[in-house]
């Protein structure tokens, strides 16, 4: 199964609402997940199952979608959001979309 | 909260075998229904999930890497170990240790540092 991620980059100011999208090539149910990663460290569980939040994960990260059409939204970016996000399927093998990176305008 | 960290050579010849260790501290390898997990980065930044061991030492890997991966745990040092053999500059990357979501398998909710491996003569 294919992740692709949307778009590549996103350029936001602090306050912005993010709005990241995660097609699968066919569908994965509920199974998905998003990431996020800081240069320098490991990757971050932020969301499973497409909606529930991981421990310790700020209220301002939401996920949604189902099928084939998954969205992360991050209600008000704060200076620490500003990282690359991954998506992460379970259904076949256990593959990961390219990435969508959020920098600050 | 478990953590992880990786250890191992940073630099393999080509053709010869790749070899990590994950040391968990925090949690046991033989805690009841755990995946862990061994995943790469590649420098242009792709994810590759290599494969996992169970806690009862069942494993799966990814079918693309060929057979050439194999997935040990070591439960007296509360270790799990990696070796990929035949390896080229393809298998350049930082290779991650990482524990599943308990209650959502599959998931990698726990991750080591990564270590940097470079496949180069």
Known sequence: IVLTQSPATLSLSPGERATLSCRASQSIGSYLAWYQQKPGQAPRLLIYDASNRATGVPARFSGTGSGTDFTLTISSLEPEDFAVYYCQQRTNLFTFGPGTKVDIK | ????????????????????????????????????????????????????????????????????????????????????????????????????????????????????VTVSS
């Open chain 2, 1 to 116: 909260q478990v953590q992880l960290q990786e250890s191992g050579p940073g630099l393999v010849e080509p053709s010869q075998t790749l070899s990590l260790t994950c040391t968990v501290s925090g949690g046991s390898v033989s805690s009841r229904g755990n995946y862990w997990n061994w995943i790469r980065q590649y420098p242009g930044k792709g994810l590759e999930w290599i494969g996992y061991i169970y806690y009862t030492g069942g494993t799966y890997y990814n079918p693309s890497l060929k057979s050439r991966p194999t997935i040990l745990l070591d439960t007296s040092k509360n270790q799990f170990l990696l070796k990929l053999t035949s390896v080229t500059a393809a298998d350049t990357a930082v290779y991650y240790c990482a524990k599943d979501l308990d209650g959502a398998n599959n998931y990698f909710a726990q991750w080591g540092q990564g270590t940097l």
